[in-house]
């Protein structure tokens, strides 16, 4: 991905482009906050080419994918309008986009509205950093919430550190959890939100006794917590021994908790570093150390899959039905051979993988298990891999022999589809549900090796 400054003002071709990305992005604002009266979404063309903007824009092998617009005085630089392209979501355009304005704003005071039941956005600016200043009622019935970024140093900074303090941040977590993080790090100040927002898992960092942490905290319905403890207690080692993943200080699998060091770096998502084949060789290399370390054959593995496909297609999604009759049939005749299990991440693409100096480090390992190896390179294969070949060459020379076997792998596709696109339409994921269903397209045009 690649982000530059753009002049829709001066580009009919583009300006029409990015209208089409606005509609299409407050389309979806619309729908999470439940009302469609937001003025960019029914902007004109010529109002969008004539507004009185800065503009960078986002683009994915030329292709717009996203855009800010910002106006700006000697002390303030006001976001006006963040649009990603439903496509694209889930890339780190957004994320990228306001990170981009943050530089080029300096010291300057950032600020930033959004719709008050846009949660996504809401984690999005808290995990960059902006403290909420206020609620308003743009319209009647219309709300809006108000962020400023803090800068260090500033008046700002000063106040946001305070609210830190004071805020009482950890009072939205269960009363267990509260307990022991206030026993494992009193007086903790919240640093940074880091959640994502569309599952109830809460992600921040905080400050203690001049170190900086991550807590991980999971609803009450949570069963990745458990997995990342078991991870972080058996086979995390090989990673955090080099210094390539963060450590485990605390943890209770019954409180659903944990806390690790802090591991400096940013998410290679939204970054240069996306589209750099070393970061690949790296990725790759990292990977092959966590499968190396055991292996077990299973004779139930590809039976218990079978069935948690067919579970997923038995609830609520968008899957048309011929599409799940279809998919039902072929997973009836699908072969159930017993299958080679290695520690997996579960989750292994660029929203999981740090970089920092130049170095690729891993987090993120709520979804480990004991899995074949080809499942961890699925992400990869639909998303960064398709794009980009030497992505996928440069992964290979860093991990090694390539597990995927045909027909292994074709199953394995057919199930990330089903899961994705289900998954996606439960937590109300539009964008990814989209892609779930282009994964189920392709897959299914393929058909088995």
Do not use: C
């Amino acid at each position: 991905m690649e982000i530059r400054e753009i002049a829709p003002g001066r580009d009919e071709a583009l300006v029409r482009e990015l209208l089409s990305i606005q509609q299409a992005a407050y389309a979806v604002e619309a729908a999470l906050i439940g009302d469609d009266r937001i003025p960019p979404l029914h902007e004109t063309l010529d109002a969008l080419r004539s507004a009185p903007l800065r503009w960078l824009g986002a683009f994915q092998q030329e292709a717009l994918i996203g855009a800010i617009g910002w106006s700006e005085e000697d002390s303030l630089v006001d976001i006006d309008r963040l649009l990603v392209d439903p496509a694209a979501h889930r890339r780190g355009a957004g994320r990228g986009l306001v990170a981009a304005v943050l530089v080029i704003a300096g010291h300057r005071r950032v600020v930033v509205a959004t719709g008050r039941d846009n949660r996504p956005a809401r984690r999005l600016y808290e995990g960059l950093g902006f403290v909420r200043t206020d609620e308003l009622e743009a319209i009647p019935g219309l709300w809006i919430t108000r962020y400023a970024h803090a800068r260090p140093g500033s008046a700002t900074s000063d106040r946001v550190e305070r609210a830190g303090r004071t805020a009482g941040w950890d009072e939205d977590l269960a009363p267990g959890q509260r307990v022991l993080l206030r026993r494992w790090l009193p007086g903790a100040t919240l640093v940074r939100e880091h959640s994502w927002g569309l599952v109830a898992t809460r992600v921040v960092e905080v400050s203690w006794a001049g170190s900086r942490f991550i807590v991980k905290a999971g609803g009450a319905e949570d069963r990745h917590i458990a997995r990342e403890l078991h991870a972080h207690r058996t086979w995390l080692r090989p990673w955090t021994d080099r210094g390539r993943a963060p450590t485990l200080v605390h943890g209770s699998i019954q409180e659903k908790i944990l806390v690790t060091r802090y591991l400096p770096g940013d998410l290679v998502l939204g970054t240069a570093h996306a589209e750099q084949p070393d970061t690949y060789r790296q990725a790759g290399e990292l990977l092959a150390l966590l499968h190396a370390q055991t292996s077990v054959l299973n004779d139930d593995y590809e039976r218990r899959e079978n069935e948690r496909s067919l579970a997923w297609l038995g609830r609520p999604h968008r899957i048309p039905a011929s599409t799940v009759a279809r998919l039902r049939a072929e997973i009836a005749d699908w072969p159930t051979p017993p299958a080679i299990l290695v520690p997996t991440h579960g989750d292994w693409q660029p929203r999981n993988w740090l970089i920092h100096h130049g170095v690729v480090s891993i987090i993120d390992f709520g979804r480990a298990a004991l899995r074949p190896a080809l499942t961890d390179f699925a992400r990869l294969a639909v998303q960064e891999f398709r794009r980009d070949p030497r992505l996928e060459a440069a992964f290979l020379d860093g991990y090694g022999a390539d597990p995927r076997e045909p027909g292994a792998w074709h199953r394995t596709l057919v199930r990330n589809a089903i899961g994705t696109a289900a998954w996606a339409h439960q937590v109300g994921d539009e964008a990814f549900e989209a892609q779930g269903h282009r994964m189920l397209a392709e897959v299914l045009t393929a058909g088995p090796a």
